[in-house]
């Protein structure tokens, strides 16, 4: 079973700064089946990028997704106030689903 | 506009059984496969299983195996998440999700949750 380890736990930035999340996954994984959520205290989870990189719908272009085999990264080019959030990544593979544990992205 | 409602928050006592419903509007029912996903207080997502609303068709995670089933209904585009055997570490929040194939069994809209709690 494909494990993902999302780092760091916690991210301390302030608005304006560039985040680097990244998930890693104890084996080489599809990228086409890495996903990206966004989840904010007492809402559903968001879906951000799908295929590694592809942004859902009205997704804006400072997030972005990259990365291949046991590595993904997500990055948000300039922070925004309500950039701050829990983000957890996921892989669909064999009919079932993984998350990683999660990055809580606070303010600094 | 695509929407998924689920139903309303339950509290059950330990060995219970909790059925929580997800009502689909806004496409067609039967296209897309839904996925369950559980947050238990303070912790990640967990996923629980998927079924599809074609042909019914399931696959459950291990953890909970031999005490969920899921459901759906064509007639009223709803889906349901039955769990049986209910103990303290089921307590969470239970999210419906739709799966698109499109985009790679991603999870592209989402249900509002529904809290569960288990306590004597």
């Known amino acids: 079973e494909i494990v993902l380890t999302q780092s760091p736990g916690t991210l301390s930035l302030s608005p304006g700064e560039r985040a680097t999340l990244s998930c890693r996954a104890t084996?080489?994984?599809?990228?086409?089946?890495l996903a990206w959520y966004q989840q904010k205290p007492g809402q559903a989870p968001r879906l951000l990028i799908s295929g590694a990189s592809t942004r859902a719908t009205g997704i804006p272009d400072r997030f972005s997704g990259s990365g291949s085999g046991t590595d993904f990264t997500l990055t948000i080019s300039r922070l925004e106030p309500e950039d701050f959030a829990v983000y957890y990544c996921?892989?669909?593979?064999?009919?079932?689903?993984?998350f990683g544990q999660g990055t809580k992205l606070e303010i600094k | 506009q695509v929407h998924l409602v689920q139903s309303g928050a339950e509290m059950k006592k330990p060995g219970a059984s909790v059925k929580v419903s997800c009502k689909a509007s806004?496409?067609?029912?039967?296209?897309?496969?839904i996925t369950w996903v559980r947050q238990a207080p303070g912790q990640g997502l967990e996923w629980m299983g998927w079924?599809?609303?074609?042909?019914?068709?399931?696959n459950y995670a291990q953890k909970v195996q031999g005490r969920v089933t899921m459901t759906t209904d064509t007639v009223t585009s709803t889906v349901y998440m039955e769990l049986r055997s209910l103990r303290s570490d089921d307590t969470a929040v239970y999210f419906c999700a739709r799966q698109r194939l499109d985009l790679y069994y991603a999870m592209d809209v989402w249900g509002q949750g529904t809290t569960v709690t288990v306590s004597s």
């Open positions: 084996q080489s994984v599809s990228s086409s089946y």
């Open positions: 806004g496409y067609t029912f039967r296209r897309d496969t």
């Open positions: 079924v599809g609303t074609y042909n019914g068709h399931t």
């Open positions: 996921q892989h669909y593979g064999s009919a079932l689903y993984t």
